[in-house]
């Protein structure tokens, strides 16, 4: 699903759960590799609201929507 529904709801979730725990992070030139190797890292532990580990396509499609956003930021 690649809608800005999608996009809205990858990167949202992204953002609250950097300033949650890296709360220094407020530029991104702040932004560093093992913070995002982190995120990756707690989403494939996560499960969905189902109980289930979240798929490889969510993890895919959460990864593309981010990566396309801070590409857009750098622009």
């Known amino acids: 699903m690649?809608?800005?529904?999608?996009y809205n709801y990858h990167v949202d979730g992204f953002f609250g759960w950097l300033h949650a725990g890296y709360p220094d992070v407020r530029q991104f030139k702040?932004?560093?590799?093992?913070?995002?190797?982190?995120?990756?890292a707690e989403?494939?532990?996560r499960d969905s609201h189902r109980g289930r580990p979240l798929s490889?396509?969510?993890l895919q499609d959460s990864h593309a929507s981010i990566r396309v956003f801070l590409r857009w930021a750098d622009a």
Not at 2 to 6: E, N
Not at 30 to 40: E, K, N, Q
């Open 2 to 6: 690649r809608t800005l529904a999608s």
């Open 30 to 40: 702040d932004l560093r590799v093992d913070v995002m190797r982190t995120y990756r």
């Open 43 to 45: 989403m494939a532990s």
């Open 56 to 58: 490889a396509e969510t």
